[in-house]
């Protein structure tokens, strides 16, 4: 059985979206991925969407949705994705933190940074799970 994996964040709209459809695109055969906070929007961060879509072909706009933490299933593994002041809980049986800067209201070229930052981390990820060099 794949671990679960979830990225999180306060608001579920930007970093954790972008985490959540790069997991699905790079290691849907080692892990499954959710995102999920402990707010939502409306909408998931449309200049998220517009950069993933661009990028990567993803639309998240038809892919995915803003979620709370108790919309998605038990995880194994917990990705914070840097919350600057209080990450959400959510238990697991392992965690790290990416601590990556929110690019709402920045730049394409911030977000489109965040991106690639997210890509190598993911693969990254599936990588150390695939070789069990995180326990579970």
Avoid at 44 to 52: E, K, Y
Avoid at 69 to 85: F, Q
Avoid at 99 to 126: C, H, Q, Y
Wanted: charged share 30%; net charge negative; glycine share 4%.
């Amino acid at each position: 059985m794949k671990p679960k994996v979830a990225f999180i964040c306060v608001h579920n709209s930007c970093r954790s979206q972008m985490a959540e459809a790069l997991g699905k695109l790079f290691a849907s055969d080692i892990f499954d991925s959710y995102s999920a906070g402990t707010e939502t929007k409306p909408e998931i961060n449309q200049d998220a969407v517009r950069i993933i879509k661009d990028l990567y072909n993803i639309d998240m706009n038809k892919t995915q949705h803003s979620k709370l933490l108790t919309d998605i299933p038990e995880v194994d593994i917990v990705v914070k994705m840097g919350c600057n002041v209080v990450c959400p809980l959510l238990p697991s049986k392992y965690e790290e933190d990416w601590g990556l800067d929110d690019p709402t209201g920045k730049s394409d070229e911030e977000f489109i940074k965040t991106a690639r930052i997210i890509e190598e981390k993911v693969k990254d990820l599936a990588e150390r799970i695939k070789n069990k060099k995180i326990k579970l």
